[in-house]
């Protein structure tokens, strides 16, 4: 099955700053990866995806790249502002209905202003 | 509020009780699914069901059991053998790609 690794677990910024969180996946058939965010005690909520046939997204602030050959993808949040505290997960799936999400372990973005 | 409603918000089990979280969607989605979230942790998969009257086990299976009679409806039990049923719980139901999730419980032993 699908594994997908997240880096780092926690993540300190000064605002205005950039932000850059990475993950790993392992099954070469996963083709599509959203990035949620979790604010503290709520519900994770999409804040963008990317599908393989594609090699960068933004959306904003926020934007997401990936390398298919390296099996990685990675958020970048630029000019960051305390309101971006939160855990982000990153995950992966084959796109597919009813296909498993599989999630990173998290990390723990801290904006300091 | 998303088309997924978790209840209760906040639940309290005592030792050796077994006790039922709720999960309901109006989404028409086929695929639910139970998390279990602790403090500074991921999300690790509890129960998955992809179709009415089917189901799989996660990671964590161990101490809870689900059903899925219904498309809109996915309770998930929380057993006494589970033995350390305090967390945070999340339902979500998947669609072709996006995964909604609900409001979350959090179980607490007491």
């Known amino acids: 099955g699908e594994n997908v690794e997240q880096h780092p677990s926690t993540l300190s910024v000064q605002e205005g700053d950039s932000a850059v969180i990475k993950c790993t996946y392992s099954?070469?058939?996963?083709?599509?990866f959203p990035w949620y965010k979790q604010e503290l005690g709520k519900r994770p909520q999409l804040i963008i995806d990317i599908r393989s046939n594609v090699g960068e997204k933004k959306d904003q602030r926020i934007a997401v790249t990936l390398n298919k050959t390296a099996k990685h993808f990675s958020l970048h949040i630029t000019e960051t502002q305390p309101e971006d505290s939160a855990v982000y997960f990153c995950?992966?799936?084959?796109?597919?209905?009813?296909?498993?999400?599989?999630f990173g372990g998290g990390t723990r973005v801290l904006v300091k202003p | 509020d998303g088309g997924i409603t978790q209840s209760p918000k906040y639940l309290f089990r005592k030792e050796g009780q077994n006790v039922t979280l709720s999960c309901e969607q109006n989404l028409n989605h086929d695929a639910m699914y139970w998390y279990r979230q602790d403090p500074g942790q991921g999300l690790r998969l509890i129960y998955y069901s992809q179709i009415v009257n089917d189901f799989q086990k996660g990671d964590i299976a161990e101490g809870y059991s689900v059903s899925r009679e219904k498309k809109e409806s996915f309770p998930l039990t929380v057993t006494s053998a589970q033995k350390n049923p305090t967390a945070f719980y999340l339902c979500?139901?998947?669609?072709?790609?996006?995964?909604?999730f609900g409001q979350g419980t959090r179980l607490t032993v007491v």
């Open positions: 979500a139901s998947i669609g072709v790609t996006e995964a909604f």
């Open positions: 995950a992966a799936t084959y796109r597919a209905a009813g296909n498993k999400l599989t």
């Open positions: 099954d070469s058939a996963s083709n599509y």
